[in-house]
């Protein structure tokens, strides 16, 4: 029995378009900070499971999750009512491109995530294997209105000087209007930041967006001489979609 019956225990709206929310824990449920797994909802006996970043670290009792809201989506337009107590179905089997051991340690670590692709990169910033792994760890968090800057005072209350979070918004007036991609593409993040230009043989990336700006950005880095994660898990950059586009 792959899946198992966990309890709501708190939910967060962010925007009328995304919202937060934790559920109690499997048992003997592992996972590597960074991962995703399915969850989802029961009607009528019928399940409907969509894949989910966990945003809890590792080590945390609990499991969170951020999620979109998509007013006509078979599984969002449910799970946006939930509350505390309500039921919620979550695989046992773990997965996932976006851990610590899909890139080689280095000196600066790149996150860069559009949307909810923020997700596993909240554990992984709450992972103290990470600072031990960089020297450096930048985080781009880029959205389209403030509200949808998930996260944002508890990231910026960590005490991790190693850490430097880059929240930008494409279309409110904001201090960082540009698209995360572009400020790095360009080199003005690095600047911007007093870090060395990113260089593929001592920088690493991790990308968590929009399939569009995901695929953009890989072949980007690909011409300039970055290393796709392998099947090894072994390289520089490594990508995971933060959603499909599904096509009726
Ligand atoms: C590896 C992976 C990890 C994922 N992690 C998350 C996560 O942490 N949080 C999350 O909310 N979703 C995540 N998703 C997307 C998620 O699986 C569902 O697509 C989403 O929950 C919507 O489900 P739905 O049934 O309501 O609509 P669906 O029928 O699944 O999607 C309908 C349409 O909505 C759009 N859409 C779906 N998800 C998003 C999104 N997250 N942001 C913007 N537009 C979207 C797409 O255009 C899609 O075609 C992930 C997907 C993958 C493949």
């Given amino acids: 029995m ?3 019956e966990q309890t709501v225990q ?28 399915t969850i989802g909802l029961k009607r009528e006996g019928k399940l409907v499971a969509r894949a989910y970043s966990i945003v809890s670290p590792a080590d945390r009792d609990y499991l969170e999750f951020l999620s979109i809201h ?13 509350r505390p107590g309500d039921s919620v179905w979550v695989n046992s089997k773990t997965t996932g491109t976006l851990t610590l051991h899909h890139v080689l ?41 403030v509200a949808e800057l998930a996260y944002r005072d508890e990231i910026e209350a960590m005490d991790r000087p190693q850490l430097h979070y880059v929240p930008t918004v494409t279309r409110e007036p904001f201090p960082t209007p540009e698209r995360g991609a572009d400020l790095f593409r360009s080199g003005v993040l690095s ?11 001592r920088d690493r990336v991790m990308i968590c967006g929009n399939p569009a700006m995901t695929r953009e950005l ?3 880095l ?3 001489g970055w290393t796709p994660t392998n099947h090894r898990g072994v390289g520089a950059f490594t990508t995971e979609v933060a959603f499909v586009v599904h096509h009726e």
């Fill in 105 to 145: 340690p280095g000196r600066t670590l790149y996150l860069l995530a559009t949307g909810t692709g923020l997700a596993p990169f909240m554990s992984l910033i709450r992972d103290p294997e990470c600072y031990a792994r960089f020297e450096t760890v930048v985080l781009v968090h880029s959205v389209r209105t």
């Fill in 191 to 201: 600047l911007r930041l007093g870090l060395p230009a990113p260089d593929p043989g």
């Fill in 218 to 220: 890989a072949r980007y």
């Fill in 10 to 37: 708190s939910v967060r709206p962010w925007s009328d378009k995304t919202f937060s929310f934790t559920l109690t824990r499997p048992q003997d449920f592992s996972f590597e900070n960074g991962e995703f797994v």
């Fill in 2 to 4: 792959p899946y198992s």
């Fill in 222 to 224: 690909k011409d300039a």
């Fill in 70 to 82: 998509v007013p006509d989506g078979p599984l969002t337009s449910q799970l946006v009512h939930i």
